[in-house]
């Protein structure tokens, strides 16, 4: 498809168990962030990357948050050993370039037990 | 945490009336955006404002780039039954995007 999208839609972990969420940007867009949306709240960014080049991780909350965007296109957002104050909607969004309008994608919802 | 100030947290209208809402911050934007979010979806883009003072409309929506670049609202006119979702402002300084906490409007047919 044109937009960006995100899988899965919906993901249910153990805490303590580790998860992985995709993104697939729009073509040829070379920027790509990683935003966490708690309920009821706005986005709030994680990280940003320009092509494979991690350029701002300053959103992470922890080191137990990671991301890689290894051939500059599709990401992974990984978190290992989930607490419940994980659970959040994950939001993916990518746009042509710095200062450029962001698209988002449908947002993967992730539920920690 | 939240950077800007997004009022009214919710709205609750008749279909046909219009409605404003709007944003402040502390710190200076070079963009401002609307974006509109349905359950279950990502925020869609409404509208983007690059200049300040810069007015926008895209149908029924206006939006203001405040004069002084930490403000902006969004207003719609006519309002209809799709209208209704939770509206996010969100400031842009390069890389650096920053949302509201929302606006959720509800409809009355």
């Known amino acids: 498809g044109a937009g960006v999208s995100q899988s899965p839609r919906y993901k249910v972990a153990k805490r303590g168990q580790d998860v992985a969420l995709r993104c697939d940007p729009i073509?040829?867009?070379?920027?790509l962030f990683w935003y966490q949306q708690a309920l009821g709240q706005g986005p709030e960014f994680l990280t940003y990357?320009?092509?494979?080049?991690?350029?701002?991780k300053s959103g992470l909350p922890s080191d137990r948050f990671f991301a890689e965007r290894p051939e500059g296109s599709v990401s992974t957002l990984k978190i290992q050993r989930t607490q419940q104050e994980d659970s959040a909607v994950y939001l993916c969004?990518?746009?042509?370039?710095?200062?450029?309008?962001?698209?988002f994608g449908p947002g993967t919802r992730l539920l920690v037990l | 945490g939240q950077q800007l100030n997004q009022s009214p947290q919710s709205m609750f209208i008749q279909e046909g009336e219009d409605v404003s809402m709007n944003c402040t911050s502390s710190?200076?934007?070079?963009?401002w955006l609307w974006y509109k979010q349905d359950p279950g979806e990502g925020p869609v883009l409404l509208i983007a404002?690059?200049?300040?003072?810069e007015l926008t409309s895209n149908g029924r929506l206006t939006a203001q780039f405040g004069i002084t670049r930490k403000d902006s609202f969004l207003n719609i006119s006519a309002s209809i039954p799709s209208d209704v979702g939770i509206y996010f402002c969100?400031?842009?300084?390069?890389?650096?995007?920053?949302f509201g906490a929302g606006t959720r409007l509800t409809v009355k047919p």
């Open positions: 990357f320009q092509n494979e080049a991690q350029l701002d």
């Open positions: 969100a400031g842009l300084n390069n890389n650096d995007m920053r």
């Open positions: 710190s200076i934007f070079n963009t």
């Open positions: 969004a990518s746009s042509s370039g710095l200062v450029k309008t962001q698209y």
């Open positions: 073509s040829g867009h070379v920027s």
């Open positions: 404002l690059y200049k300040a003072g």
